[in-house]
């Protein structure tokens, strides 16, 4: 992975010896405790999180997976098939009319779509690196700074287009216009021309990376306190624009320097994935609660049998609470 040297180049990628070390790891990042919190360093609110239930598993989307390529060209057939049936499934009210929430849908129903879901919580990121107990690999957790992410992206908008600057640069939060379709339109996805579709490297593309939220969430999302890294560029693998966007951030705040990465990976060893998982028990976090519904708790039945031992099973008889 492109990353990878980045990682290396500035020690971001911790490997973790023991469960507790792993938890006080993801609460620092929360940047709750106030003894730890650090002014200026980031953490807090700044980073999202994403959980890989393999380590060796590369930063991309689905569409990176599956589109080959031709990505955009791969997308742009989804959507417009996605768009042509969708109305055969959903309530005539619920049909979404922005790019942006027909992504988010198209993705909750396992279509390839440029979009990496992330979390605001390192704890649910944590549950889908570990949930599998009984898998021996590595897991992985990564933690994005999107505020560093976020500011450099947008100064790459600015620069293109100093008049939107001017109009959103002066809001607290100008990203929540990039979720409106004219402009995640023209900033995410261009229309694509018979030309493009002849030549792909003549697609318009913006090297921006930004953590969107749809106007409409579905429930899961809601629960699981769920986002997405979007990127702009549609002839680049996810990977390929944030290590760009990385390498500026890089060579204008001086990250080697002593102020902290903007992309850290924590490395979890497999026998690491019980404990883990019976210490989320304990917080809540479950398929059940993560999922809902009835899927999600026999989801959990599962995770729960791969978790117990002898031990719970003997209580079990008792009549004990496993």
């Keep these: 992975m492109l990353i990878d040297a980045y990682l290396e180049r500035n020690e971001a990628q911790i ?3 023991r469960p507790t070390e792993c938890l006080d790891l993801l609460r620092d990042f929360t940047g709750l405790e106030e003894d730890k919190y650090v002014v200026g360093s ?3 609110a700044a980073h999202l999180f994403r959980g890989h239930d393999d380590a060796g598993c590369p930063l991309q989307t689905t569409l990176d997976r599956y589109g080959g390529t031709r990505k955009r ?3 742009d057939f989804l959507l417009r ?9 959903l309530p005539s009210g619920s049909i979404p009319k922005s790019n942006l929430v027909t992504l988010a849908l198209m993705q909750h129903y396992g279509v390839p ?5 992330v979390t605001r919580s390192p704890y649910v990121a944590l549950y889908f690196a570990v949930r599998d107990a009984l898998k021996d690999a590595d897991s992985a ?3 994005f700074n999107c505020t560093n992410i976020r500011t450099s992206s947008l100064k790459r908008v600015f620069r293109k287009d100093p008049a939107l600057g001017k109009q959103i640069g002066r809001f607290y939060d100008p990203r929540a216009a990039f979720t409106r379709q004219e402009l995640f339109a023209k900033w995410f996805m261009p229309d694509v021309s018979q030309s493009d579709l002849q030549s792909p490297e003549s697609l318009r593309h913006h090297d921006i990376i930004l953590d969107l939220e749809p106007f409409t969430m579905n429930p899961r999302l809601t629960v699981q306190q769920g986002l997405f890294l979007v990127s702009g560029s549609p002839s680049k693998t996810f990977d390929e624009t ?3 966007l990385l390498q500026e951030i890089e060579s204008q705040i001086g990250e080697t320097g002593g102020r902290e990465p903007s992309v850290v990976k924590i490395v979890i060893p497999g026998n690491m994935r019980l404990p883990l998982m019976r210490h989320l ?6 398929a059940a609660t993560l999922f809902g519904g009835l899927e999600g708790f026999a989801t959990s039945l599962r995770e729960k049998l791969t978790s117990m031992d002898r031990d719970d099973f003997l209580g079990y008889m008792l009549g004990m609470p496993t």
């Design 113 to 117: 779509t440029r979009l990496l879901d």
């Design 242 to 244: 944030l290590v760009d």
């Design 81 to 89: 098939e996605f768009r042509r049936r969708m109305h055969q499934y």
């Design 281 to 286: 028990e304990k917080m809540n976090i479950t």
């Design 15 to 17: 490997r973790v010896n």
């Design 73 to 75: 060209q791969a997308e």
């Design 42 to 44: 980031g953490r807090g």
């Design 141 to 143: 957790v990564w933690a």
